[in-house]
């Protein structure tokens, strides 16, 4: 995990897309805060999100501490996460519930692939397409979201502007292809009545390659719809239509604060950019970029009036907009990661790629199995276990890095998340066995992560289809 300077102020988005087994057409999103786009299929049967294009959420807009204070910020965070234990442990599997008659994906075990927190309520998604509220109040699972029994989650996202969350479902009757959104307040999910929620965006066609994504800091929503070839944008607080985009050779766009990149289909030797203002289309900017020949775009992505642009085998290429300045940053100094983060208000970016002190358990890196904090100084995430650790365990721990030092700061491992033997007094040996054994599975193999900042707790899900919950 590596951090690279830039000078630039912050986003959030999420897109979910109608994606091919493959992804997105091969296309490269950037993790940035608070983006996710959700892809339709491509085949005639549903594929799992995690082999979706990546998916992002999580950043949040404070600012990060100054640098004078940042050495104590470090010292709190780590008396923050001391004496982490696991507290509490939720089942979405329900084979013999109510619920499994209406749901028959209930009925096998899945993995847990997203979790969200709002308010007092707990969410939680697995790759079966089931996603189940949880009280935190009473631990009892409120409802689940699946209004359908044909119905299949996709992706959640979480609208602030009017306290609703998102749900985009997938749905046999219609052989998986087509996106379907819906948005459900929260006041009715705590009263277990999701099908109060009504659908959005139902004059669109969401098939592969078509996509829709939410944008938090903008508070826009963009869709595309393939069979037209036309781009809409929508405004997130009361889901009206603002403006479209219907070039044909418009390949992709890309969201930054206040603006939209557009990617066109390039030429021999560059490719024709746009940059339009997000509020209302109007274009600010229209150039070419000159490129290699031959050599293929590993990615283009934007940075705010920085442009980044990186071909095979080539250096890393960072245009300013603004006057055409170009600086390089060597091919062997910067290579080609498997993901970003887009780190605004500290104007970094995170890039992930193979390491082997802070190996990842999952190497796909969506932003369902990493949290960055708010203040975008820490990041939790999923490690696998040491390899000098002891053989008769396979669990990993959640760590706690400083992103600006990429030090460790905490870690919650089966050896410190166990009870003391002060506060084990008076157990039987059988009952401490089983307290090890159920935090041992919980670090096995967790498959999504979320930190809830105002309560301090961090829920991991695993392959299983639980979820846990971890405090001090």
Same mark, same amino acid.
């Not at 009504?198 to 592969?208: A, R, V």
């Given at each position: 995990m590596d951090a690279i300077g830039s000078s630039s102020g912050g986003s959030r988005?999420?897109?979910?897309?109608?994606?091919?087994?493959?992804?997105?057409?091969g296309s490269r999103s950037p993790l940035c805060g608070g983006r996710r786009r959700v892809v339709a299929t491509k085949n005639d049967g549903w594929s799992n999100p995690l082999l979706a294009n990546n998916t992002v959420k999580k950043l949040q807009r404070r600012e990060i501490t100054s640098n004078r204070h940042r050495s104590g910020a470090i010292t709190k965070s780590v008396h923050r996460f001391r004496n982490f234990r696991l507290t509490e442990r939720y089942d979405m599997h329900?084979?013999?519930?109510?619920? =499994? /008659?209406?749901? +028959?994906?209930?009925?096998?075990?899945?993995? @847990?692939? %997203?979790? !969200?927190?709002?308010?007092?309520?707990?969410?939680?998604?697995?790759?079966?397409?089931?996603?189940?509220?949880?009280?935190?109040?009473?631990?009892?699972?409120?409802?689940?979201?699946?209004?359908?029994?044909?119905?299949?989650?996709?992706?959640?996202?979480?609208?602030?502007?009017?306290?609703?969350?998102?749900?985009?479902s997938v749905y046999a009757s219609d052989n998986f292809s087509s996106l379907k959104c819906r948005s459900i307040r929260i006041e009715y999910i705590?009263?277990?009545?999701?099908?109060?929620?009504?659908?959005?965006?139902?004059?669109? =066609? /969401?098939?592969? +390659?078509?996509?829709?994504?939410?944008?938090? @800091?903008? %508070?826009? !929503?963009?869709?595309?719809?393939?069979?037209?070839?036309?781009?809409?944008?929508?405004d997130l607080k009361n889901y009206t239509l603002l403006y479209s985009i219907t070039d044909r050779q418009v390949e992709e766009i890309k969201i930054s604060p206040g603006i939209m990149l557009l990617i066109f289909s390039r030429g021999?030797?560059?490719?024709?950019?746009?940059?339009?203002?997000?509020?209302?289309?109007?274009?600010?900017?229209?150039?070419?970029?000159?490129?290699?020949?031959?050599?293929?775009?590993?990615?283009?992505?934007?940075?705010?009036?920085?442009?980044l642009v990186k071909q095979d085998n080539e250096n890393l290429q960072i245009l300013d907009v603004r006057n055409a300045e170009v600086k390089e940053?060597?091919?062997?100094?910067?290579?080609?990661?498997s993901a970003f983060i887009f780190l605004y208000e500290n104007q970094l970016f995170l890039t992930f790629r193979n390491q082997t002190d802070h190996v990842l358990s999952h190497p796909d890196c969506n932003t369902n199995n990493i949290y960055i904090?708010?203040?975008?100084?820490?990041?939790?995430?999923?490690?696998?276990?040491?390899?000098?650790?002891a053989t008769d365990t396979r669990a990993g721990s959640i760590n706690i890095?400083?992103?600006?030092?990429?030090?460790?700061?905490?870690?919650?491992?089966?050896?410190?998340?166990?009870?003391?033997?002060?506060?084990?007094?008076?157990?039987?040996?059988?009952?401490?066995?089983?307290?090890?054994?159920?935090?041992?599975?919980?670090?096995?193999?967790?498959?999504?992560?979320?930190?809830?900042?105002?309560?301090?707790?961090?829920?991991?899900?695993?392959?299983?289809?639980?979820?846990?919950?971890?405090?001090?």
């Open positions: 988005n999420r897109r979910i897309t109608t994606s091919s087994s493959a992804g997105n057409g329900d084979p013999v519930g109510q619920c =499994s /008659l209406v749901l +028959p994906l209930l009925m096998r075990r899945a993995k @847990v692939i %997203e979790i !969200v927190v709002v308010h007092d309520i707990v969410f939680a998604l697995a790759s079966s397409g089931v996603c189940a509220a949880f009280s935190r109040g009473t631990n009892k699972t409120i409802c689940f979201l699946n209004i359908y029994p044909d119905e299949v989650i996709r992706s959640l996202f979480y609208n602030k502007n009017n306290d609703s969350l998102i749900t985009v705590q009263r277990g009545k999701p099908d109060e929620g009504f659908p959005l965006f139902e004059t669109e =066609s /969401l098939k592969w +390659p078509g996509f829709v994504e939410f944008d938090d @800091v903008n %508070e826009k !929503v963009l869709t595309y719809s393939a069979q037209d070839s036309i781009y809409k944008v929508f021999q030797s560059h490719v024709p950019l746009k940059i339009l203002s997000i509020e209302d289309g109007t274009v600010l900017k229209d150039f070419n970029h000159l490129l290699h020949r031959n050599k293929k775009v590993d990615f283009i992505e934007q940075f705010n009036e920085k442009l940053v060597g091919s062997t100094e910067f290579m080609t990661p904090t708010s203040d975008q100084d820490l990041i939790v995430s999923f490690c696998k276990a040491d390899n000098d650790q890095s400083n992103i600006w030092t990429g030090k460790c700061i905490a870690k919650i491992n089966s050896s410190n998340a166990m009870p003391s033997k002060d506060e084990q007094e008076g157990s039987s040996s059988n009952k401490r066995q089983v307290e090890v054994n159920m935090v041992e599975e919980a670090l096995e193999d967790i498959t999504a992560l979320y930190f809830d900042e105002e309560h301090n707790e961090i829920y991991t899900g695993n392959s299983n289809g639980l979820v846990h919950v971890w405090s001090n």
